[in-house]
């Protein structure tokens, strides 16, 4: 696999695991969301 085609690839991974991030996240209610889980 080329390097133009490796980061492709990568491109459509990341573009993927983003919807589906952002999926989950819509579903979160607004305490949820700003609740302090000491994750970060």
């Not at 999926?23 to 949820?32: A, K, R």
């Amino acid at each position: 696999m080329d390097l133009s085609s490796n980061f492709r690839m990568l491109a459509l991974y990341n573009q993927r695991m983003n919807k589906q991030l952002l999926g989950v996240c819509s579903e979160l209610t607004h305490e949820q969301l700003r609740q302090n889980t000491n994750s970060f």
